[in-house]
């Protein structure tokens, strides 16, 4: 399967800030998704990342609020805007290709003061 | 809305003390439940696909049972090193995001020595 990196691994960030975190796989991909783990909770699909054109996004999830971008197969962002402690949260990216499996990147955790 | 829970939410065994995890699930058209593991830090680690009832797979001391309302992820003889978060999720055949894999919270097995 893929490798998968995410940056930053971690970050602490203050209210009111925005934090862009990168996911890298090493080989091209079809699908990119973002999902986010809050703790004690399932994890949520934030958006699908689509190549070329703008993100799907999940009912509750707006993009002005976690805009994502997606320049080629092997690369995906996503921005965490105007922050508020409520976004503290593992975020994750995961991929699929040519089937019905997602695999998932080692996660970013956000923590907003 | 498709929904997915998991029981127990905690599970303590001893060394050599098979076990069963439940995840039990509505979806409106079953594509496919996936199992997951999940490290303390970690991104999910991908482990089974089923996707119709009565199918099962097996990999070393896990195997994975479906049938049209829930699924087991037997553990038979489980190692300390099988501690772990283990996540159950589904997709649906239809939707606005195709992919989407809708998780439950997960069990937590702890194997004592």
């Known amino acids: 399967s893929a490798v998968i990196s995410q940056k930053p691994s971690r970050d602490i960030c203050q209210r009111g800030t925005s934090l862009t975190i990168q996911c890298q796989v090493d080989?091209?991909?079809?699908?990119m998704f973002w999902y986010r783990q809050q703790p004690g909770q399932s994890l949520t699909l934030i958006a699908t990342?689509?190549?070329?054109?703008?993100?799907?996004?999940e009912s509750g999830f707006v993009i002005d609020k976690f805009p994502i971008s997606r320049p080629n197969l092997t690369f995906s962002t996503l921005t965490v805007s105007n922050m508020s402690p409520e976004d503290s949260s593992i975020y994750l990216c995961?991929?699929?290709?040519?089937?019905?499996?997602?695999?998932f990147g080692p996660g970013t955790r956000l923590t907003v003061t | 809305e498709d929904q997915v829970t998991q029981s127990p939410e905690a599970l303590r065994l001893q060394e050599g003390e098979s076990s069963s995890l439940n995840c039990s699930y509505t979806?409106?058209?079953?594509?496919?439940l996936f199992w997951y593991r999940q490290d303390p830090g970690k991104g999910p680690e991908f482990l089974f696909t089923?996707?119709?009832a009565g199918e099962e797979k097996e990999k070393e001391r896990l195997k994975a049972t479906l049938t049209k309302k829930e699924s087991f992820l037997h553990i038979t003889a489980p190692k300390p090193e099988d501690s772990a978060t283990y996540l159950c999720?589904?997709?649906?055949?239809?939707?606005?995001?195709?992919?989407?894999?809708?998780f439950g919270k997960g069990t937590l097995l702890t194997v004592n020595p």
């Open positions: 995961s991929v699929s290709s040519g089937s019905y499996e997602q695999y």
């Open positions: 080989s091209q991909v079809t699908m």
């Open positions: 990342a689509n190549q070329g054109s703008e993100a799907t996004y």
């Open positions: 979806v409106s058209g079953l594509r496919g």
């Open positions: 089923l996707y119709s």
């Open positions: 999720a589904v997709q649906a055949e239809s939707g606005g995001s195709n992919y989407k894999l809708t």
